[in-house]
């Protein structure tokens, strides 16, 4: 949970289509094992000529299985389409992202192949400086609590978009983050999401990751670090005890086998 029905047939009929260049990103794989439900299955490809093709194969095989299509877009670089079967119904987008990530993307059961939990924390934390969403908030929570401190994935994200200093990315995240009851109520979560509680952790998180970056050296920046397989918010103190992992074109894992063994069972996307 919380995969909808829809979603999660969706994504097993789907899934032999995947592969390291057409795989899933977004809320969906990041809330698999949490409270918030998705409205949306995001395919990101690394090259905008694979996404037309990925759209008529996967979009063939839907109907094929009885799913309605309603087309909301059809650009090169972006297909939207409403997806319904039965009393189930939910959004599907193919679109075109940078190549630029920390890890390679990962084999999975039920999505194919879905980015590196680091990496959509990374993707997230550069969508809510950008928009105003109040599920944005609810994710950032969901990140740090399970995946890695917002300040650690803030500090090495702003690699991913040059022009955003660590401090930036977090006063744009504060700017925006502006929401009431009404707006949280539009979330679906199992349960409810609670506005008060949620906005006062979000708080507390970002007071948390800006005394962190503030610590941190500048000529760090970008780098994630590692320590016993695992990447961490690292003791800014203590750098010398850790191993600096940079992002670079379809991501790499770390240079030490036994680390990208460990890695592998630690972010398995199952345990999201």
């Not at 979603?7 to 969906?28: F, K, M, N």
């Not at 039965?86 to 193919?94: N, P, Q």
């Not at 397989?229 to 894992?253: N, S």
């Amino acid at each position: 949970m919380p995969l909808s029905k829809i979603q999660t047939e969706i994504l097993c009929l789907l899934a032999t289509h995947r592969d390291p260049e057409s795989y899933v990103a977004g809320s969906t794989p990041l809330n698999k094992n949490a409270p918030r439900y998705s409205d949306d299955i995001d395919i990101f490809h690394d090259r905008e000529e694979r996404v037309a093709r990925a759209v008529e194969v996967d979009s063939a095989v839907l109907q094929a299985n009885g799913y309605a299509l309603q087309w909301l877009r059809r650009e090169p670089a972006i297909y939207t389409v409403l997806a319904s079967k039965d009393d189930g119904t939910t959004k599907l987008e193919w679109v075109v992202d940078s190549d630029f990530r920390f890890f390679p993307t990962a084999r999975d059961d039920v999505f194919g192949y879905v980015l590196h939990p680091v990496d959509l924390a990374m993707n997230k934390v550069m969508a809510a400086a950008g928009r105003r969403e109040p599920r944005d908030v609810v994710d950032l929570i969901t990140i740090h609590d399970r995946i890695l401190p917002i300040g650690a994935v803030i500090f090495a994200a702003v690699d991913k978009s040059p022009g955003f200093t660590p401090e930036g990315l977090i006063n744009e995240i504060r700017r925006l983050a502006s929401y009431t009851e009404a707006d949280f109520r539009r979330v679906a979560s199992i349960p409810p999401v609670d506005a008060a509680a949620t906005m006062t952790r979000l708080r507390q998180v970002l007071d948390e990751a800006n005394t962190f970056v503030q610590r941190m050296p500048t000529s760090k920046i970008g780098l994630l670090f590692l320590k016993d397989g695992k990447v961490i918010q690292p003791d800014p103190d203590r750098l010398e005890d850790y191993q600096t992992h940079k992002g670079q074109r379809r991501g790499q894992w770390p240079s030490s086998p036994d680390i990208a063994a460990a890695m592998l069972e630690k972010y398995n996307p199952h345990r999201i």
